[in-house]
């Protein structure tokens, strides 16, 4: 079987004495769209630079397409586009400067899908890059990451800074990727985006992995709000006893609740209170990530 | 031999490079302009034979009213190693560590190209650009005959070269020390107060007893010496320019391996 184009084994990573990165294993399955989430400071970028070679891991391994980054070889990144989470590109270059130096460097010939990118992003070739937009310099991150349609496609808040409509042309960038047999590693904060693109998730939290599971699993596992109002006085207190079921908001006439497991226990509760409406919202996963970043500051090092 | 990464650096710093270039041409035409005014004045001789301290602060020993004398004490001595110097400091500060901070380092590294190879280019970026004012010096120095002032062009030539060396040398004292530190000001300071120190070693020995002894320390006597437009440049000190510049190169490309790069 062929080693798949991401593993990351035990990786830990030090920063004078502070813990980044805590045996961080995952890996990431050939033509798999992975959503790398977690919040500011949890180890996100400090993984993704590992994975590039930019930083040397304290401890633990990684492999990128067959190759360990921290060898020195970086034959292994031609078939790796990189965007960073914080895009700087040589300020005095023309965008067309930068994508030719750049399309250079990593011997590039055909140009053919670089043009059609530029196409389709409406990217701004011939203004020096310190006048452009943030959105329009994220359009170049974006070409330089795509141009030579890597076998691996690792993306730091790509759509940072674009308007809807390029948020749709991106996504609809790494849905063709991806179905081209294309690996992408995606890193974002939007969690309408990667619930849109990604098929299996990550969660890391002060450098440590806290959720590995694919988005199907994880939204039969989050959290389904529940609404009950009443006509009456009820008591409560039965509901809370209902095994996965946790009261968020009680006040006159009208209970939320959410809840995790099957319904039917809730139910039998719920049918003799006579609730006069009942309504219930599909599981999402945005409750499930507040639930994990909001305990961000429990015992989590700081990553960079 | 790749060198995207050295066209790179130098279109990022082609402003810097052509002005400065330009600067240190011009002034040396202004200085060859200026020799009919002075080759027969005996009275500078004697006011810098009177103030041996004062003068040998500015680099300027011996006659400064002979031709290589002249040239010594207006451009070589002292004015061609400060712009060399400082073209070549602030490339080798910014080079890495600069670039590390700015964040542009981090995107060309992600690029299929291996620490040792990027490096490579810099080092050779590194050498053009010391090579800019000596380069633009000894161009603007064939004007000189027509002024009167006519060097010896084989001495001319070395000194441009060792001038060269020097300013790469200190550039990559530069370039290693952000490599080890990565912090820009580091790598700018620490390279300057080495330049600072060895100018002074060097300019001070012929009349402070103290630094005589340990003058061959300095780079700066291996490069430019006392007298060495008209002696000629000592291959000893074209020896010790390249070795110390290979050390630094090699002592660059494994703290660069370690570096954490953003």
């Known amino acids: 079987m062929r080693e798949a184009p991401v593993v ?14 805590s ?19 949890a180890g996100k970028s400090t993984t993704i630079r590992c994975l590039l070679g930019l930083y040397r891991p304290s401890s633990g391994r990684a492999r990128v397409l067959g190759h360990d980054p921290a060898a020195g070889d970086a034959s292994f990144l031609a078939g790796v586009g990189y965007l960073p989470g914080e895009l700087r590109l040589p300020a005095s270059l023309t965008g067309g400067e930068v994508l030719s130096r750049f399309a250079g460097i990593r011997r590039l010939r055909d140009t ?24 329009n310099k994220q359009k170049l991150g974006i070409i330089l990451a795509f141009m030579h349609r890597p076998q691996l496609l690792v993306l730091d808040e790509p759509t940072s800074g674009l308007d809807p409509l390029l948020q749709d042309e991106f996504a609809t960038l790494l849905r063709e990727s991806a179905a081209a047999g294309r690996t992408v590693l995606l890193s974002s904060h939007d969690l309408d985006e990667v619930q849109r693109l990604v098929q299996r998730l990550v969660v890391i939290r002060g450098g440590c992995i806290v959720v590995d599971d694919t988005v199907e699993r994880l939204r039969a596992d989050a959290p389904r709000t529940v609404d009950l109002t009443f006509d009456h006085e009820v008591d409560t207190r039965l509901l809370a006893t209902v095994p996965g079921v946790t009261i968020t908001a009680a006040t006159n006439g009208h209970v939320r609740l959410t809840h995790t497991g099957p319904a039917a226990p809730l139910l039998e509760v719920i049918t003799p209170l006579a609730p006069d409406t009942i309504t219930s919202r599909p599981a999402d996963l945005e409750d499930l990530f507040i639930q994990l970043y909001a305990a961000r500051d429990q015992g989590a090092p700081d990553a960079h | 031999m790749r060198t995207d990464v050295l066209r790179l650096d130098l279109r990022l710093r082609r ?74 400091i602030g490339y080798g500060a ?19 190209l291996s620490r040792t190879a990027a490096l490579a280019q810099k080092m050779a970026a590194l050498l053009l650009v010391s090579a800019v004012v000596p380069g633009a ?3 603007a120095s064939l004007a000189g005959p027509h002024f009167g002032l006519t060097p010896d062009w084989a001495n001319l030539l070395g000194v441009s070269l060792t001038l060269t060396l020097l300013a790469f040398d200190l550039g990559a004292v530069a370039l290693l020390v952000g490599a080890i530190t990565d912090v820009r000001g580091a790598a700018l300071g620490g390279a300057s107060a080495v330049a600072g120190a060895a100018y002074l070693l060097n ?16 780079p700066f006597s291996w490069a430019i010496g006392s007298d060495t437009l008209a002696a000629g440049v000592e291959p000893s000190g074209l020896v010790a320019l390249t070795a110390l510049g290979v050390a ?15």
Do not use: C
Request: proline share 4%; aromatic share 6%; hydrophobic share 50%.
């Open chain 2, 137 to 139: 010096s000894l161009l």
């Open chain 1, 8 to 21: 990351v084994e035990r990786l830990t990573k030090t920063f004078a004495g502070r813990r980044a990165l």
């Open chain 2, 15 to 88: 402003r810097m490079l052509t002005a400065t270039g330009l600067a240190a041409g011009a002034y040396l035409l202004l200085v060859v302009a200026a020799y009919p005014a002075f080759k027969h004045d005996s009275g500078l001789d004697a006011m810098v034979a009177a103030n041996p301290a004062a003068a040998a602060a500015f680099g300027i020993n011996g006659s400064i009213t002979s031709t290589a004398g002249w040239l010594d004490a207006n451009m070589y001595a002292n004015v061609a190693p400060l712009l060399a110097l400082l073209l070549s």
């Open chain 1, 23 to 41: 045996d961080v294993s995952f890996q990431v399955d050939a033509g798999q769209i992975l959503g790398f989430l977690g919040p500011n400071g």
């Open chain 2, 203 to 218: 300019a001070l020995a012929p009349v402070v007893d103290a630094v005589r002894s340990i003058r061959w320390l300095s």
């Open chain 1, 112 to 135: 053919t899908y670089r043009e059609e990118l530029v196409e389709r992003l409406g990217a701004e070739l011939d203004r020096p890059v310190q006048t452009l937009s943030k959105g």
């Open chain 2, 248 to 262: 630094l190169g090699l002592a660059t490309f494994a703290a660069l391996r370690r570096l954490d790069i953003h």
């Open chain 2, 94 to 112: 910014t080079a890495i560590a600069g670039q590390n901070a700015d964040g542009t380092l981090g995107l060309l590294a992600s690029l299929p």
